[in-house]
């Protein structure tokens, strides 16, 4: 068995074992993705989509790979609600690459939606938006606005106010990313993940590729995408 079944066969125990866990489904699509099997791996994505309604990535990688397989209908349909999730929650390279599949591949216009900053975003008026306030992967309520008591701040993957970390998880601008935009009940509760991930995958963390499993299932739990992780670390 190669490498890549190894894995394939770790992410469905992962999935078959936790089945509302949206990582684990997530996984194994890209796996299956890269072994191109890609019929299931779009059919992983979409479980993604109804267990993380918001992730848009997931609705980008779910159509993409419906059109790999010639199912253009299904691919235009999750093309177009992924496009106006990412564009009104402000993820930027979901939302640019669902635009050219949806204008270059697909033949459609862009759906006209309301945008983090209040513009509408689609046809040719987008407009970028602050990466830095966190877009998050998973499922996510409309952001709190209401008053904060002191030491709270909201969350950026959940949209609920939480307890302000005391102190970064771990040094570097990750973690002070991670300290000003989650709140510490959600990263006790990527601790619970993370946890699993670890066991389900048989990870070891003194291993620079198995640690770099780890940092991308935290990443994504915690909503903090490829884009703005490349601007903090420089990468």
């Given at each position: 068995m190669s490498d890549l079944e190894k894995r394939i066969a770790?992410?469905?125990?992962?999935?078959?074992?936790?089945?509302?866990?949206?990582?684990?489904?997530?996984?194994?699509?890209?796996?299956?993705?890269q072994a191109q099997r890609y019929a299931e791996?779009?059919?992983?994505?979409?479980?993604?989509?109804?267990?993380?309604?918001?992730?848009?990535?997931?609705?980008?990688?779910?159509?993409?790979?419906?059109?790999?397989?010639?199912?253009?209908?299904?691919?235009?349909?999750?093309?177009?609600r992924g496009y106006t999730i990412a564009?009104?929650?402000?993820?930027?390279?979901?939302?640019?690459?669902?635009?050219?599949?949806?204008?270059?591949?697909?033949?459609?216009?862009?759906?006209a939606v309301q945008g983090k900053s209040g513009g509408a975003a689609g046809g040719g008026g987008m407009r970028d938006v602050d990466l830095l306030g966190g877009a998050a992967a998973g499922k996510k309520e409309p952001a709190y606005s209401g008053p904060l008591a002191e030491g709270m701040i909201v969350d950026a993957k959940t949209g609920r106010p939480g307890r302000k970390m005391p102190r970064p998880p771990f040094r570097g601008p990750v973690g002070e990313w991670i300290q000003q935009h989650i709140t510490q009940e959600t990263f006790n509760a990527w601790i619970a993940q993370g946890t699993k991930v670890i066991?389900?995958?048989?990870?070891?963390?003194?291993r620079d590729q198995d640690a770099d499993v780890y940092d991308q299932h935290m990443r994504e739990y915690l909503g903090l995408d490829d884009e703005t992780y490349r601007r903090l670390t420089n990468a």
């Open positions: 770790q992410f469905q125990n992962m999935a078959q074992a936790d089945p509302d866990n949206e990582m684990a489904h997530f996984s194994l699509a890209g796996a299956l993705a791996s779009a059919a992983a994505y979409e479980r993604c989509t109804e267990l993380a309604p918001t992730m848009s990535r997931a609705y980008q990688l779910a159509a993409e790979n419906f059109l790999k397989v010639g199912q253009k209908d299904r691919a235009t349909q999750l093309a177009l564009a009104e929650r402000g993820d930027l390279m979901p939302k640019n690459a669902l635009a050219d599949m949806l204008t270059k591949q697909l033949g459609k216009d862009l759906p066991n389900e995958l048989r990870l070891d963390m003194s």
